[in-house]
């Protein structure tokens, strides 16, 4: 067991949820049509963890009413696109994986570090 954590490394470990598009949202929130998207902000922000590591990527949920945890080989993904948003201050991912299965990123701030990684484990595994 030692010996495989030891062979673990973390690239980059964080929320989801940008600080520039929460305090954008926060700011907008007195219009009252941004107030679902501060919402969402927030709660992508509170309880939506990922960690990309030298094997897998885990996103987890510890939202008081749902509690999940996704874990993703990159042996199983197939490809991934990503797409700046406000100037490339942050992005949104997509993770397409062999199963069919689409994971979506939204808000991901050094999302472009974040698909090189990704796209460097897929192509040398």
Known sequence: MLQLLLLLQVFMEGHLGSNVELLISMALTATL??????????????????????KRFVIT???????????????????????????????????????????ELIGMEKYQDIKYHIDKCLYTI
């Open 33 to 54: 049509i941004f107030a679902p998207l501060t919402i969402a902000s927030l709660g992508r922000r509170l309880w939506l963890n990922y960690k990309f590591t030298n």
């Open 61 to 103: 949920n510890t939202s008081p009413l749902f509690k999940r945890e996704i874990q993703i080989a990159y042996s199983e993904m197939r490809e991934v696109r990503s797409a700046p948003r406000a100037l490339g201050a942050w992005g949104d991912m997509v993770i397409f994986t062999k199963r069919g299965e689409r994971i």
